[in-house]
């Protein structure tokens, strides 16, 4: 016979390996164990039953964890990419570049590492607050390109 505190002590097992193994595998079967204890415990449930539920509040939470919630967690700041993922990305200017001196574009996430970058134009007049579209790299400064002018560019491609 299963007594509910087995289920709670393999409960916190789970939880335990977890902490070890941060797969987010055992969290859920942990949990499920954990609930499994507390409805074990208020209600007279076979051990049959008590498996059921156990193995479908497992897969439910795996479910959920792959369909809903892993997909927010999604790192998406390049970090460690090479320089070429930076091209055709978008921010905004924050300090503006003039002729004799360089710019600073801020993206709303960080882009190889940095959410804020040194950057060019190519002759273009770029105010603060406008956004723009890296176009290209040269060292470590951005060459960048108003979103006006690269739409202007994309309808003339496009004709």
Known sequence: MIEPWHWLVLGFILLIVEMF?????????????????????LLPISVFVQILIWLVLSAIFLLAWFKFIKPLSVDRTKAGLGGSV??????????????DRTGTVRFSVPIVGAAEWVCRTRGEQVAVGDRVVVTDIVGNELIVSSMKSQVAINKNTQV
């Open 21 to 41: 193994a941060p797969t987010f595998a055992s969290l859920w079967f942990g949990a499920a164990a954990i609930i499994v204890a507390a409805l074990s415990w």
């Open 86 to 99: 930076i091209i055709g990305e978008t921010g905004m200017i924050i300090v503006q570049p003039q002729p």
